[in-house]
């Protein structure tokens, strides 16, 4: 859950606002929302306080990627809001992923967790034990319990409004690659490449 960008990061100790009531998720303001306390029964209803605890903050675009709003010129290997050494993934990293766990259509299964979705939990085959931590748009906190976007480091260069997530529902086994409005707050889970035959998430 950060709050700071990382040393060596270009820049390095600016702050990520906190978004609150009095201070919106927006597509001009890096920004986060922690949602993980919020409830929705029954959405919410499977979500014990240490999943709740592990689901992290939100983050709008220009947070994740730090960098402008309007960039649409991002390079693949981008740091962003991670830790020193690791990155945001691209598309490119997406498409390994699903490959690796038997493809998009049922990508989504094994990345999931097995416990805290409203209902078709995951088997976690893939290790990544992804829990449903909702998205925000705005002041509001929406389908905690159902699903879960990470962002990517692609911003669309013909709408530099919207920006690639890899895209996880409660209903279904598969895992989509949408592109999304920048303004919303989603979940980033960063890149770390040991060498050129393994990525790790």
């Known amino acids: ?71 649409t010129t991002v390079a693949d290997r981008i740091q962003g809001v991670c830790p020193n050494g690791w990155r945001l993934p691209t598309s490119a990293d997406f498409d390994t992923l699903c490959l690796l ?32 931590a909702g998205l925000a748009i705005r002041d509001n906190a929406s389908f905690v319990g159902k699903l879960i976007m990470f962002w990517s480091s692609k911003s669309m260069v013909y709408n530099n409004t919207k920006a690639e997530v890899l895209y996880l529902y409660f209903s279904n086994d598969n895992a989509e690659v949408k592109n999304i409005n920048k303004e919303q707050a989603n979940s980033v889970r960063c890149v770390l490449d040991l060498d050129s035959s393994y990525i790790g998430f």
Do not use: H
């Open 101 to 132: 766990v038997g493809g998009k259509e049922m990508a989504g299964k094994a990345l999931k967790s097995t416990q805290g979705w409203l209902i078709n939990s995951g088997t976690n085959e893939s290790g990544m034990n992804c829990y449903p």
């Open 1 to 71: 859950m950060v709050t700071r960008y990382d040393t060596e990061s270009p820049i390095s100790g600016d702050t990520i606002a906190k978004a609150t009531n009095k201070l919106s998720v927006d597509i001009q303001t890096p920004s986060y929302k922690d949602a993980r306390f919020f409830i929705e029964s029954p959405d919410t209803d499977n979500l014990t306080d240490e999943i709740r605890n592990s689901l992290g903050f939100l983050y709008n675009w220009s947070a994740a990627a730090g960098t402008s709003i309007n960039n």
